[in-house]
């Protein structure tokens, strides 16, 4: 099997690329290759980077596989809303770095993350299920509403309306925006904030201030399984 999840980890810190060649989608070998590296991580207790290549996060769910039929879409959906949780409970800080566009599941990805980075540029982020056609699920909804401000939230759910990085910013999508120049400095402190921490009380605070949220999350998995799409 091709490779499409590179990991590279060093003084604690894996770093993990999604480059599929193309679009970045996420489909059952992404999400197989993705838990394989973030179990990894786990083992050695490292705080984890979690990018695209250059230019580009993710450009969301495998369309070819989510319209194979009804069971196969809701596989496929579950196993994304899965890996968001594993990253909203991960036992070690996760930062999200996009240098491009980030859209659909690839946007629920960043949104689950610890500390969100997006880059300057000509890119789109944002959550377009309503524009092609897809009522989004219970667990998308839920998360968004955890991350995204309410003066954002029916524009970015309902309305799929899509920004450029400094807006997805005000719009709750990334916690901060840099400009690719600076990417190294700024993630190397980024990365040494959080080194600073201690990582039992990260953990225990993170899961303590995420409990109902994950509860609720689990609980909309179940929904998305039994619903039609």
Do not use: W
Not at 40 to 46: G, S
Not at 83 to 91: E, G, N, Y
Not at 180 to 198: D, G, H, R
């Amino acid at each position: 099997m091709t490779d499409i999840v590179t990991l590279n980890i060093n003084e604690k810190v894996a770093e993990i690329t999604m480059d599929d060649g193309k679009a970045n989608v996420l489909s059952h070998s992404m999400f197989d290759q993705l838990n394989e590296t973030f179990d990894i991580a786990e083992k050695e207790k490292a705080i984890i980077i979690l990018k695209g290549r250059d230019g580009l996060f993710s450009g969301g769910f495998d369309l070819k596989e989510l319209s194979k039929g009804p069971k196969e879409a809701l596989e496929l959906t579950s196993r994304g809303s899965k890996f968001a949780r594993r990253i909203l409970s991960f036992p070690t800080p996760v930062i999200g770095l996009s240098t491009g566009h980030c859209i659909a599941m690839g946007a629920f990805l960043m949104l689950a993350c610890d500390y969100r980075v997006g880059v300057q540029g000509q890119f789109k982020i944002g959550l377009n299920e309503t524009l092609i056609g897809m009522t989004m699920h219970d667990f998308g909804i839920e998360l968004a509403r955890y991350r995204i401000p309410l003066n954002y939230f029916n524009r970015s759910v309902i309305n799929a309306e899509l920004y450029a990085p400094s807006d997805a910013m005000e719009a709750g999508f990334y916690d901060t925006v840099i400009n690719i120049e600076s990417m190294e400095s700024n993630i190397s402190e980024i990365i040494q904030n959080f080194k600073n921490l201690n990582m039992s009380a990260f953990v225990g605070t993170k899961i303590k201030s995420r409990r109902a949220l994950l509860e609720l999350l689990d609980e909309c998995i179940e929904n998305d399984m039994r619903m039609a799409v």
